[in-house]
């Protein structure tokens, strides 16, 4: 019967048993530019969806690394910071799986560069 084909359009009402196990829509790492872990003070990740407001980033527990939305879709900008570092900002797209159920986690590496202070230090 054409059930059993693999590839026919699933039901995501409620044919199917979504795991309720929320995921991250980004994990983002903050790094230097050797790709190390940013050592620096004044740290910060935030992120907006679909041209909202920025938010502020979860730290991930013991780890450099920051989660940046749960279970959200859609068109993120990832913003990292720190003290006497140029900010940067990192644009993508948040989709659900193939299910319809959970968010593909992306991994963002996001380098800052020192500043270098103009005020002759």
């Known amino acids: 019967s054409s059930q059993d084909s693999g590839d026919a359009p699933r039901d995501t009402g409620s044919g199917i048993d979504c795991a309720a196990q929320s ?3 980004s994990r983002v790492f903050v790094q230097d530019t050797n790709g190390h872990a940013l ?3 004044g740290i910060a990740a935030s992120y907006s969806v679909d041209g909202g407001e920025f938010v502020a980033c979860e730290p991930y527990p013991d780890m450099p690394d920051y989660i940046c ?3 959200e879709t859609g068109a993120f900008v990832v913003r990292a910071e720190a003290d ?6 990192v644009e993508f797209l948040v989709e ?3 299910l319809g159920c ?5 991994l963002i590496e996001i380098q ?3 500043v270098v202070s103009s005020e002759g230090r």
Not at 102 to 106: G, I, K, L, P, S
Request: no cysteine; charged share 30%.
């Open 96 to 98: 659900l799986d193939e």
């Open 39 to 41: 050592r620096a003070s």
């Open 102 to 106: 959970n968010v593909v986690t992306h």
């Open 112 to 114: 800052l560069e020192p």
């Open 69 to 71: 939305g749960r279970d």
């Open 84 to 89: 006497e570092h140029a900010t940067q900002e």
């Open 23 to 25: 995921m991250a829509s």
